[in-house]
């Protein structure tokens, strides 16, 4: 026989639960928080024709992907027009709202209207990306996919 104080705790218990959407996300990945401890440029170091790369241990298939753009489905974020302030928050939000994506693209430009073609946004893309604890390589995109202005990343899932 159930009681009304067994009625009560079983009410109790399924209130307390929330339900997860496996189609956004699988129950046993964690959420990251957003990452806020990056630092700022103050000058351009990379050229904008620069090939970046930062393989990290990463298997050399995965590095092939990223040379090659055989990459099924990466979001993209477009920071043409935004200031290194901007662009690191930007990034923060877009790897945050990304984290259980395998490969994103971040669009950076190449800095062909800055002195010398030196581009300080894409270097402050890539001291941004080697600092993001959720970021585990990035290779510049091939030519098809916006080649030294843009970069695919690989992420910790």
Do not use: W
């Amino acid at each position: 026989m159930i009681t009304d104080a067994d009625k009560q705790l079983f009410r109790a218990s399924v209130e307390a639960t929330t339900t997860i959407d496996k189609d956004k996300q699988s129950g046993n990945r964690l959420n990251h928080a957003t990452f806020t401890d990056y630092h700022y440029v103050t000058e351009a170091r990379l050229n904008g024709s620069d090939i970046i790369a930062h393989t990290n241990g990463v298997a050399p298939k995965i590095i092939k992907q990223m040379k090659r753009g055989t990459i099924n489905h990466a979001p993209t974020l477009d920071l043409h027009g935004y200031t290194t302030i901007e662009s690191c928050t930007a990034m923060s939000q877009f790897i945050y709202q990304h984290q259980h994506q395998t490969f994103i693209r971040i669009i950076h430009g190449k800095g062909y209207h800055a002195d010398h073609n030196m581009s300080i946004l894409k270097t402050q893309v890539v001291r941004f990306l080697h600092q993001h604890p959720q970021v585990l390589a990035f290779h510049s995109c091939p030519t098809k996919d916006g080649g030294t202005g843009a970069v695919f990343a690989l992420l910790k899932t």
